[in-house]
């Protein structure tokens, strides 16, 4: 009985250790199997995470750069210097905005080239203290070319950043408080301060605070600090307060400073002047929405811009705007204020007839606001706004969390540039369409980028191929086709001018003499964008009649070297047998007169008298030689005018004897008492007066008057011939310039008289006129200065 236990005991324990190794894998068994799950489900869930921070980061990034080509577009330009970066500072923005003309971006933190000297040293010193103490600062500089700089610097993360801008006007305060502030009552500025919500001060004229609302002194509290309303605490530390003291005292609009402070986010720091000091408060930069805080730290960079821009949220309630948007559509402060609906704006745009005329409103804003909708940046139609103006609207993905960013241009300006360019090419396309001559233009490439009709007409090349912008081989090689002799090898040879990029080379010109018999003249002129333009005129014919001009032109010069060498050996031999037969008929009229009958003493009158009037139109004929050969010349010398008279006198009386019992011309002479001297030259006036005279007579009845008054009208000498023949009509007035004496019957002459007369009148500077008297007979009247010896000799 006792052994029954024991033997049962022994087989427990046998059963036992020979199950236990299958327990042990059983056990192992089940927990490999349960971490392999554990595993697969930490790997599972570790890809998804990799997965959304991914994404994450790609959204990020491209935020990042959505912000850094906005920052990028601003003028204005902004400084990063991160934590242990090697590869120095980064610089976004326009660095142009606050630079002087033609500086590198990288000069903007070279301050003593751009900034006063004083200035520059101060930015160094406050940036120095920005990045190894972490003190920000906001100041005002001088630039060299005297613009105000307005400078900002901050602690970001564990590095620092510097932002660059012309400086601008503070935002608007709040209009209750401009009212009271312009109404100078400090009372109303009090009540106003404890009405608001948020944190509101006073300072008086030593900059003390005098007040704080409840909301200030609560944030004092929040930060650890106590007072009462009448002595409130400074929240500013002291580098801000200096700071901001400093600004104050440089303007009396200061710019809203950003202030923040550990669990309570960041301020902006608006003060404006009141009778007796200063008021102010502190307006949050975020209201505790995360769509929204990431884009409070650019409101300064958009507020700087001169670009309208607005962003809203996905809620499309208006997160962010700048004065320029506000400018664009007239719109106040007042009503933009932030989380108002995009939908509500443009309502009130409409109303005011702001927006585009849309049959269907409703439509046109449905589609407006499909922007929200849009993940990548899309360009709208241009707005044609009622008043004229012309604005396009681009709107981009704010973030991942939704949103718009609105950007607005004005372009009105740029499309009535882009009309009048557009006009002035046509114009200029038309121009060169209806030159004469050809016109190509080459690019640097060599192709010919602007032609004329002109071109393909001269050289004979098809229209099409040269409106498909051909190389210049192409056209030589279609010219060779053209024109087989020459063609080809004549624009291989203009080539040189195109391909030359020598930017030293000067323009050519030339003349091209073709196979086919066409002269073309050529221009290679290189223009000021680096093309190269020829042009091309065909000269065939004015070179022939360049020819036929040259002919006539030797042939009339030889016909006036004849004709002088005719006058002065005809003028010269006609004058010796002329004088031989003036003598011949003087010894007849003396030694012989008693001797002749009438008839034959009437003869010898004839005989003298044409040989008189002879020698005179030979002395005309070289005299008009002399002027013509441009050797006249005038001997001026004291005259007096009855002496020049009497010699006048005397050869009309021989031009004109009395014969055969004919009376003899009539004269009256008429001078004016107290003549001044008249300092001429005597031949020519004797000249003048006789052509005068015998014209008169040849014009004038037999025994008809002929009169001559003479006069003085200041310093101008007037001799005056009347005669009473059959006047002068408005032809012979109009030819007085030339000859006005024509032969006929008994008014015979050469047609030198006047010419003569006219000729030597303008040798002394004077004029000659003609007109008619009433009832009959004609007036010359010659105008002569007093002195004539500064009178030139004639063209």
């Not at 086919?516 to 070179?543: H, K, N």
């Not at 009208?713 to 011939?721: A, G, Q």
Request: charged share 20%.
């Amino acid at each position: 009985m006792t052994a029954v236990p024991a033997l049962g005991q022994g087989l427990n324990a046998a059963s036992f250790v020979s199950a236990a190794p299958l327990a042990i894998a059983v056990g192992a068994g089940a927990f490999a199997l349960l971490a392999m799950a554990v595993v697969r489900t930490m790997l599972v869930d570790g890809k998804a995470a990799r997965h959304r921070a991914a994404s994450q980061i790609a959204g990020l990034r491209a935020m990042v750069d959505e912000y850094e080509a906005l920052l990028s577009g601003t003028r204005e330009v902004t400084i990063l210097w991160a934590e242990n970066s090697e590869g120095g500072p980064r610089l976004l923005g326009q660095a142009a905005s606050v630079l002087p003309p033609g500086r590198q971006p990288e000069s903007v933190l070279n301050f003593p080239s751009w900034l006063s000297h004083g200035d520059a040293d101060k930015l160094a010193r406050l940036l120095e203290d920005l990045r190894v103490h972490g003190h920000a600062f906001a100041v005002s500089l001088n630039a060299l070319d005297g613009r105000l700089i307005r400078a900002n610097g901050w602690v970001l993360g564990g590095g620092a950043a510097m932002r660059l801008r012309p400086a601008f006007l503070q935002p608007e305060a709040e209009p209750g408080l401009v009212a009271a502030a312009a109404a100078g009552d400090l009372a109303s500025v009090r009540a106003i301060l404890s009405a608001l919500s948020n944190p509101a001060f006073a300072r008086n004229r030593d900059n003390r605070l005098i007040y704080a609302n409840p909301a200030y002194l609560q944030l004092a509290k929040a930060l650890g600090k106590s007072g009462t309303e009448a002595a409130p605490p400074e929240l500013l530390d002291t580098a801000q307060l200096r700071q901001h003291l400093l600004n104050c005292a440089r303007t009396d609009k200061p710019e809203a400073m950003n202030v923040a402070w550990p669990g309570q986010g960041g301020f902006e720091l608006v003060e404006f002047a009141i009778a007796g000091g200063r008021a102010g408060y502190l307006r949050p930069l975020e209201d505790a929405k995360p769509a929204e805080t990431s884009l409070a730290h650019i409101g300064g960079i958009i507020g700087a811009l001169a670009t309208p821009i607005a962003i809203f949220n996905a809620r499309r309630e208006l997160i962010q705007f700048n004065e320029a948007y506000a400018r664009l559509w007239n719109l106040s402060r007042k009503f933009l204020v932030p989380g108002l609906d995009e939908r509500a704006i443009l309502d009130k745009l409409r109303t005011d007839g702001m927006l585009p005329s849309q049959v269907d409103y409703q439509t046109w804003r449905s589609q407006h606001l499909q922007s929200y909708t849009r993940k990548e940046p899309h360009e709208n139609e241009p707005w044609h706004l009622p008043d004229g103006r012309t604005v396009k609207v681009i709107s981009a993905p704010s973030g991942p969390q939704g949103g718009v960013i609105y950007v607005f241009e004005d372009i009105t300006e740029r499309l009535k540039l882009e009309s009048s360019n557009k006009a002035f090419s046509n114009v200029q396309r038309e121009t060169i369409n209806a030159l004469s001559e050809a016109v190509a233009v080459f690019g640097t490439n060599g192709r010919l980028t602007l032609s004329n009709p002109r071109l393909s007409a001269l050289w004979k090349l098809p229209v099409n191929e040269l409106g498909q912008n051909p190389h210049i081989d192409q056209i030589a090689e279609v010219s060779g086709r053209a024109i087989p002799e020459d063609g080809a090898s004549i624009w291989r040879d203009l080539k040189r001018g195109i391909i030359d990029l020598n930017p030293t080379r000067s323009d050519q010109t030339g003349r091209l003499n073709r196979s086919d018999g066409r002269l073309l003249d050529y221009a290679i002129t290189r223009l000021p964008d680096g093309q190269t333009m020829m042009t091309f005129l065909d000269v065939t014919e004015s070179a022939s009649y360049s020819k036929v001009l040259k002919e006539r032109n030797d042939a009339l010069v030889a016909a006036d070297l004849l004709k002088d060498a005719f006058v002065e050996n005809v003028s010269y031999e006609l004058r010796s047998p002329l004088t031989n037969i003036i003598g011949f008929a003087d010894l007849l009229a003396g030694s012989e007169g008693g001797s002749l009958n009438e008839r034959q003493r009437a003869y010898i009158d004839y005989i003298r008298a044409s040989s008189v009037t002879l020698g005179v139109l030979i002395d005309n004929i070289l005299d008009l030689a002399s002027v013509d050969a441009g050797i006249a010349e005038l001997r001026p010398e004291l005259l007096d005018i009855p002496t020049l008279i009497d010699k006048a006198r005397a050869g009309l009386s021989a031009t004109f004897p009395e014969i055969s019992g004919e009376k003899p011309i009539n004269l009256v002479v008429d001078i004016e008492d107290g003549m001044p001297p008249f300092i001429a030259d005597g031949t020519r006036i004797v000249q003048v007066l006789y052509n005068l005279l015998s014209n008169a007579a040849r014009f004038s009845p037999p025994g008809g008057e002929i009169r001559l008054a003479v006069s003085q009208r200041r310093d101008r000498m007037l001799f005056v011939i009347e005669d009473e023949g059959p006047g002068i009509t408005d032809e012979m007035r109009a030819a007085i310039q030339t000859r006005i004496d024509t032969p006929s019957g008994r008014q015979r002459g050469a047609g030198l008289g006047l010419a003569i007369v006219k000729t030597f009148v303008n040798l002394h500077g004077g004029t000659i006129s003609a007109e008619k008297r009433e009832p009959r007979g004609s007036r010359i009247i010659v105008n002569l200065p007093r002195d004539s010896a500064m009178a030139g000799v004639a063209e």
